[in-house]
């Protein structure tokens, strides 16, 4: 299996040129290269300053008219032809445009003002119900970036609607009258609508192209697209499932339309119809519950997400299919329902797709997970909206990890409700959508769009489907980086309020930012397992120690449980053994607890460990100590070559692994040990089991697919994220030291076995323990992900000690509590709060030297004078979608490790570090990481694949694992 390297640029109209005369301005190079190329050649001009339209650079940009005046340009340049004022221009390709505009000028349609573009959704297979029209429609056809933009403009202000072709379910020629089947209007059906653009002018804005002795410009371009959200009157965008427009008459490039993703060439007819909804929310399309004939909600939360799936036409939800769905019980409603879901086209009769459905068995009824079976399993049943720029989608039920919260209000499930914010195309929502700059000056401040005020709105007055009205809850860490939340459809009996007064006293809590983190502590997934009374709990004092007048708290998160009371909790949770160490939220408790044989109370905690006050007494656990598989990626890959780790051995590594997963094909032992040794040791999956069962992959078809997507998958996360697996390593919870035995620089580290170490015979790194376990030795490399700065990278000591030993810790990383400073902290900021470390012992692996670790002391959250309040709760929601820029800190840190010449160690890489250190604190402190701009890249390196950026070839150890040959040869 051999995976493509993609490498062919994007074709533009526009060229970099060098060597640009001193004295030279915008006007005097148009001039130059029109007296040359011809008059009218040149579209855009602009020459680099050292400040505002100050003192040229010497060098800059010009965009051509049509593809032939840049490849003229290039040639010229070639045989220095290009003399300008005494200088030869240097001129070479450019992979961005000065402004983005089709490369050819056949795909600049409408200038004349002639078409009308329609917005609407398909009532009939042949007919459109029209909700919206715009006159005067220009249209941009721009393959080259496999997008189309619409011109429109609506109530005094000028709109772009940007379609993306890989949204466009159908695209066909029509014709709308007339019996000669002339082309004269252009369908598409979308899966998702536009993303909408405002045009934005005047003198304080910094508009993306102005004007002055450095720039020039054919058109007037002193102005800046935003986004956002519906303009129209009727909410038609919201609603449309289809855009149509008329084509001009006379217009003779129709062949350019047939370019358009899945164009049908069959002329067909198509009528209009004039349609109309209810649109008194912005949240559209909302199918509401019929005035005579109601259904349940569960019911009408399907028919809306069928809607919103285009499965079904919101043209044909009547009260005909409300009375023939009301006249059934919920159960068989609902599988009615999902079997519209399975339909590959939309349904436009669904009152006969209803009455044509075979009878749903006691059979079909008995295959429907039952509530308490669910319960029993930790899994519960989730509605979930997405809230777009302009419309919502229904989605699920889909199972998921129980939390704390929804077991205990179970009887009221069905009011949870799980909202995420999400762009057009349900991918994440960049936060130049949510608020940009567009005035100019030092002190201007940021432009909030139209779809941050959008999510405020629903954050604030929540969602309304049916009867029910979903209000704002809460959110937990993972959420808010997701940018999701939880509402509550508060009823008679229990309220959103009531619910947050349950999980504990947030009060006292003065930070915005800490509080709401706080109250997101509990919607984590976990097992409930037994309740803990406050006598059985004792609190133990912390291990802490000043240095250089800084405190260091040792034991930062962890605390003890019994050995009694741990086997009660593993009988609870069903497990075969006692694992050394839980991840627990207890109360207001959150953090790890050791298994100690020393313990007498069920519980010791630390204050560390108290985030918040609460009665609640019930021990939950979120995950528990076990061997997991180690794998690099490009932070530790980065760090380890800035510290001095070959790239031969990274490329000998990734080699292994394909060879590894080469034999899973054809060899069933071999494809049980890849799966365990890289899979965490998860027997339970279905190809593990048929493995085990004696089936081969080469006689069983269904378990071959499943393992070529198992092998895609590994080659996949090779590829995107170097992502190569360590077979002398592991990923372990870490914990303390408590009796003290360890001294700074040393860890304890005793691994269960897989089956590759166990046939492997005496390993020098191991002492054996018993039939399953051995004790590690020697030299090991240490660090936490995400991991941006060199010193996170730590050297440790392993080693063997008699009392450690007697103290059972298996599969959990060993810290001491001495020293000037925590290795936890020394490694990303880290605490023994439930955070996974890296470790391995290969010592190719293990650098040649290491750096002082960065200082982690957190900056202190911005402390409020009254009770924080829900709606500054919300407010930092949606300002933190503005400020998350932990993406682009360590997209930035990749690319200036590859160029700089002390790779990580370079300053530009430290003080990205030191961002990304402030931007991952940012939920608990409320303090942005802001990014300065001469720290954002310019180029990208060929293995980030940003083909619309301009790339080069990176040579450092990413750039040569990625160009490595990525070939995974079955052995026969």
Not at 690 to 709: A, I, K, V, W
Not at 715 to 725: E, G, L, T
């Amino acid at each position: 299996m051999i995976i493509p390297l993609l490498t062919e640029a994007r074709p533009t109209l526009t060229v970099k040129v060098t060597n640009i005369p001193p004295i030279a301005i915008a006007k005097d190079l148009q001039a130059f290269l029109e007296s040359v190329l011809g008059k009218g050649t040149v579209f855009a001009v602009e020459i680099f300053t050292e400040r505002e339209n100050w003192k040229s650079r010497g060098h800059g940009r010009v965009q051509f008219e049509s593809p032939e005046a840049k490849i003229e340009a290039l040639s010229l340049s070639h045989h220095r032809k290009f003399l300008f004022k005494g200088f030869y221009l240097s001129v070479t390709h450019s992979l961005e445009e000065i402004i983005i505009r089709p490369v050819d000028p056949i795909y600049r349609v409408g200038d004349g003002g002639g078409l009308v573009l329609f917005a609407g959704i398909m009532i009939r297979a042949d007919c459109m119900g029209t909700l919206e029209s715009w006159n005067g429609m220009k249209l941009w056809f721009m393959p080259e970036r496999k997008k189309i933009h619409f011109f429109v403009d609506h109530g005094g202000e000028s709109y772009k609607l940007e379609v993306q072709f890989g949204d466009v379910l159908e695209s066909r020629g029509c014709c709308l009258g007339g019996g000669d089947m002339k082309v004269d209007a252009i369908l598409l059906k979308l899966r998702h609508a536009p993303k909408i653009f405002k045009k934005v002018s005047g003198p304080k804005i910094a508009s993306r192209f102005t004007t002055d002795r450095y720039h020039i410009c054919k058109e007037d371009y002193d102005f800046i697209w935003v986004r956002t959200t519906d303009f129209s009157s009727m909410k038609s965008i919201g609603y449309l499932s289809s855009l149509c427009w008329e084509i001009e008459e006379g217009f003779s490039n129709l062949d350019l339309y047939t370019s358009l993703p899945y164009y049908t060439k069959e002329v067909t007819e198509l009528a209009f119809e004039e349609v109309q909804f209810n649109h008194a929310s912005d949240l559209v399309p909302i199918v509401k519950n019929d005035s005579v004939f109601q259904v349940a909600y569960e019911v009408l939360f399907q028919l809306n997400s069928l809607v919103h799936c285009q499965k079904l036409s919101l043209a044909a939800v009547n009260t005909d299919l409300f009375q023939i769905l009301s006249r059934l019980d919920m159960d068989t409603a609902l599988l009615i329902l999902k079997e519209m879901h399975k339909l590959h086209s939309t349904c436009y009769e669904p009152k006969s797709f209803v009455e044509n459905q075979p009878s749903i068995t006691t059979h079909n009824r008995k295959n429907l997970p039952s509530a308490e079976r669910l319960i029993e399993h930790n899994i519960m049943s989730c509605h979930r909206v997405l809230v777009t720029p302009t419309k919502i989608f229904c989605l699920g039920p889909e199972l998921e990890s129980s939390n704390y919260i929804v077991k205990n209000f179970a009887d009221y499930a069905s009011d949870f409700m799980r909202v995420t914010f999400v762009d057009e195309d349900w991918g994440r929502l960049s936060p130049g959508a949510v608020s940009t700059s567009i005035m100019k000056g030092i002190f201007a401040k940021p432009y909030r769009t139209d779809i941050y005020r959008r999510i405020l709105s629903v954050l604030q007055d929540g969602l309304v489907i049916g009867d029910k009205k979903f209000e704002f809850l809460a959110f937990s860490a993972s959420q808010l980086r997701s940018n999701s939340v939880w509402m509550f459809a508060s009823n008679d009996h229990v309220k959103a309020e009531d619910i947050r007064e349950w999980m504990g006293c947030f009060n006292k809590i003065r930070s915005i930012s800490k509080c709401a983190a706080r109250m997101g502590q509990l919607f984590s997934s976990s097992m409930q397992t037994l309740k803990v009374i406050p006598r059985d709990v004792e609190l133990i004092p912390e291990i802490e120690v000043v240095s250089d007048g800084v405190k260091h708290c040792f034991s930062d998160g962890i605390g003890k449980i019994s050995i009694p009371f741990a086997r009660e909790v593993v009988r609870k949770l069903g497990l075969s053994h006692i694992p050394s160490a839980f991840q627990i939220r207890y109360g207001g408790y959150k953090g790890v607890i050791a298994v100690n044989r020393h313990s007498f109370r069920k519980l010791s905690l630390r204050s560390s460990m108290l985030k918040f006050e609460s009665t609640n007494c019930m021990l939950n656990i979120t995950k528990w100590s076990e061997s997991q598989p180690c794998y690099l990626n490009r932070e530790i890959i980065t760090l380890l070559s800035t510290l001095g780790v070959k790239d031969s051995v990274f490329l000998a590594m990734q080699d292994e692994q394909l060879q590894l997963l080469g034999t899973m094909l054809t060899d069933a032992k071999a494809a049980l040990n890849v799966l365990e040794s890289t899979g965490g040791g998860d027997m339970k999956s279905s190809m593990a089991r048929m493995l085990l069962q004696g089936y081969d992959p080469s006689n069983e078809p269904y378990l071959l697919t499943m393992l070529q997507s198992y092998l895609e998958n590994q080659i996949s996360d090779i590829r995107s994220r170097c992502r190569i697996f360590v077979p002398k390593g592991r990923v372990l919870v870490g914990c303390l030291d408590e009796s003290g035995t360890l001294e700074y620089g040393q860890v304890f580290v005793r691994l269960t076995m897989n089956t590759a170490e166990l046939e492997g015979g005496d390993q020098p790194f191991f002492q054996r323990v018993d039939e399953t376990t051995s004790i590690l030795r020697g030299k090991v490399v240490v660090t936490k992900n995400p991991c941006l700065h060199p010193g996170d990278v730590r050297v440790l000591e392993a080693v063997y000690d008699i009392k450690l030993q007697e103290d059972n810790m298996v599969d959990c990383l060993v810290f001491p509590q001495k020293g000037e400073r925590p290795h936890p902290n020394e490694c990303s900021g880290g605490d023994l709060d439930g955070d996974l470390y890296f470790i391995s012992w290969d010592v190719d692996l293990v650098p040649p030297r290491t750096v002082t670790p960065m200082d982690y002391t957190g900056r202190r959250p911005r402390i409020m004078n009254h009770e924080v309040t829900l709606e500054e709760i919300q407010t930092f929601f949606a300002d933190y979608m503005i400020s998350d820029t932990l993406g682009a800190i360590s997209n930035a840190h990749l690319v200036h490790a590859d160029r700089e010449p002390e790779k990580a160690l370079s300053p530009k890489c430290l003080e990205l570090a030191n961002l990304h250190s402030m931007a991952v604190d940012f939920a608990k402190t409320g303090a942005p990481a802001e990014m300065p701009r001469y720290l954002k890249p310019r180029e990208f390196p060929d293995f980030m694949e940003r083909w619309e950026k301009p790339t080069y070839v990176s040579h450092g150890a990413l750039g040569k694992l990625y160009r490595a040959p990525r070939s995974v040869h079955p052995e026969k």
